[in-house]
């Protein structure tokens, strides 16, 4: 789940289209392998790999959803928010995403619509739902990503931070600043001084809006995130200790992503550490131990370490995001018991978490 390359994985040659007199009988559906995407519109059952893993599938069902639905919309419509970092590759906060995008006009093209569940070698893909947006437009610029019509990946960033969920957003923000900022460990200090520049850039973009509703919580989106998550997991539990801890200025309470430790001329990366406790939290610690035997030895040889300099740690896996509230409880138990005051969930950063933003058919 790491952040990958910006060349989509599913477009437009993928696709199969027909007019409403060329339909395509049943029998040729089922001979050709094709999945019904909308009216019109199939996917070739073959640009799914056999035997791809459950949210491959259902990530690359996104992106030939999105692409469906910006080519059946007017001309001018593009992709914005989850839908744009689809097709370009990049991880957004669920792999079974809602398809947004800029329509021009509001036409019939400009109705919200539902797109059906459908099974892609052997597994099924939830529905979703087609959102065009009326609201102002941050830009006017389109940018086409395999023949794709997109917003860049600036636009998109505001408009997540705009209309999202402050969970989406704060995920899907992440993930785009590191796409556009080539993020890389290897060289932190320069690559979370790229990320500041963007960030200021974003925040001088985004005072367009700052009369409109939801522009506190935007603003505190985009100067939240923190790029130094390496996947949505660790993306999400970085959002949920910013609203923890937010406003403590006690010492022990900092915290930040991508704590490197030097140990015997080698460098070791904590996803998310308290250098001051010291404590630290790695997301999907034991997942790991599933991969070959040389990774899960190099990951025990890591772990021996850390914990011999003194670095206690709280392992969690992709399941803990499944309930937040229950997450959120353990990170309180284990902060209070360090001396670490946190807070309740609240402030300009949460809102109530809808059933469908951790419905497992729609996660990683």
């Known amino acids: 789940m790491k952040t990958n390359s910006t060349t989509p994985l599913i477009g437009l040659e993928d696709l199969q289209f027909t007019s409403r007199d060329a339909r395509i009988s049943p029998a040729q559906v089922r001979r050709r392998g094709l999945v019904k995407l909308r009216r019109g519109c199939y996917l070739e ?45 990049i991880d957004t906060w669920g792999n079974t995403t809602d398809i947004d995008y800029w329509p021009v006009g509001v036409g019939k093209n400009s109705v919200r619509t539902s797109l059906a569940q459908v099974q892609v070698r052997g597994i099924q893909v939830p529905p979703a739902r087609t959102i065009p947006h009326r609201a102002s437009r941050s830009g006017t610029t389109t940018e086409l990503i395999r023949g794709i019509p997109t917003v860049p990946l600036a636009e998109t960033i505001l408009d997540l931070a705009r209309f999202a ?63 130094g998550a390496e996947s949505v997991g660790e993306a999400a539990l970085l959002w949920i200790l910013t609203i923890l801890l937010r406003e403590n200025t006690d010492l022990r309470a900092q915290f930040q992503s991508q704590v490197e430790v030097h140990f015997q001329g080698r460098n070791y990366f904590m996803d998310v550490g308290f250098p001051n406790l010291p404590f630290r939290i790695e997301f999907d610690g034991v997942e790991k131990l599933t991969l070959d035997r040389g990774m899960a030895r190099e990951f025990t040889r890591r772990e021996h370490i850390l914990n011999n300099l003194g670095w206690d740690s709280l392992a969690l896996g992709f399941d803990s995001l499944r309930d937040l509230h229950g997450l959120a409880r353990m990170l309180v138990a284990d902060l209070e018991r360090r001396g670490v005051k946190t807070k309740t969930l609240g402030g300009p950063l949460w809102m109530p978490i809808p059933a469908r933003l951790v419905d497992p058919r729609y996660l990683h």
């Open 45 to 89: 059952g073959n640009a799914v790999p056999e035997g791809a893993e459950r949210w491959v599938v259902r990530k690359l069902v996104t992106q030939a959803r999105a692409v469906a639905t910006v080519t059946a919309a007017a001309s001018g419509a593009a992709l914005t928010m989850d839908a744009s970092l689809a097709v370009r590759g």
């Open 165 to 227: 969920h402050p969970l989406r957003a704060w995920v899907g923000i992440t993930m785009a600043m590191r796409d556009m900022t080539c993020f890389d460990r290897r060289f932190l200090d320069e690559s979370f001084a790229r990320v500041e520049t963007l960030r200021g850039e974003l925040l001088t973009e985004l005072q367009q809006f700052r009369e409109e509703r939801g522009y506190k919580r935007a603003r505190a989106v985009v100067r939240g995130v923190d790029c």
